[in-house]
């Protein structure tokens, strides 16, 4: 499953996943966007929210962005 990720780096309400009407998430996580230190953080707390290990999360696109698109297996 694809899903669009909007990220909100150095949060203090995170870590938290909220899904809008439309279906898309937004992830709010306390890592900066340092060294890729809020990817990490986005894979662990997606891999959470959806109960699979870390390794069936990945991120296809938006690196460097704060919308990414993840694919989750399930």
Same mark, same amino acid.
């Given at each position: 499953?694809? =899903?669009?990720?909007?990220?909100?780096?150095?949060?203090?309400?995170?870590?938290?996943?909220?899904?809008?009407?439309?279906?898309?998430?937004?992830?709010?996580?306390?890592?900066?966007?340092?060294?890729?230190?809020?990817?990490?953080?986005?894979?662990?707390?997606?891999?959470?929210?959806?109960? =699979?290990?870390?390794?069936?999360?990945?991120?296809?696109?938006?690196?460097?962005?704060?919308?990414?698109? =993840?694919?989750?297996?399930?």
């Amino acid at each position: 499953m694809r =899903v669009t990720v909007k990220v909100k780096p150095g949060s203090r309400k995170g870590p938290l996943v909220e899904v809008s009407e439309d279906g898309s998430l937004t992830a709010y996580l306390q890592q900066r966007a340092v060294d890729g230190a809020a990817n990490d953080g986005l894979i662990e707390l997606l891999a959470k929210h959806y109960g =699979v290990s870390k390794s069936k999360v990945a991120i296809e696109a938006g690196f460097t962005s704060r919308i990414k698109r =993840v694919a989750v297996e399930l």
